[in-house]
């Protein structure tokens, strides 16, 4: 059974910083690429950022700079780290696994709200 748990979610100032875990369960992790999307009341879900399996990483315009994303593959898991967080970044934030036969996986969601 594949397991996707988020968690490090919660309430921020601007300005501050917040680092959201992903740990898998149930798939080869190691292969796999790992995203992480958000969704804001009202919009799309978007891709935030990206890491293949060999560690290339890619991320929206949006969150250059500021946002990190790596992975542990020895503990199966992901994390984002948000730094210089804005109001606008304030979303339901998702991991995401798309493994090498192309099959995604999505976590169940952890709220990030940045207000003052």
Known sequence: ??????SGG????PGGSLRL????SGISFRTS????????????RELVAGVQ???LTNYADS??????????????????????LKPEDTAAYYCNVRTYDGTRYWGQGTQVTVSS
């Open 33 to 44: 690429f790992l995203g992480w999307y958000r969704q804001a009341p009202g919009n799309q």
């Open 63 to 84: 969150v250059k700079g500021r946002f990190t994303i790596s992975r542990d593959n020895a503990k199966n898991t992901g994390y984002l780290q948000m730094n210089s």
């Open 1 to 6: 059974q594949v397991q996707l748990v988020e």
């Open 21 to 24: 875990s992903c740990a898998a």
């Open 53 to 55: 399996s060999g560690g």
């Open 10 to 13: 919660g309430l921020v100032q």
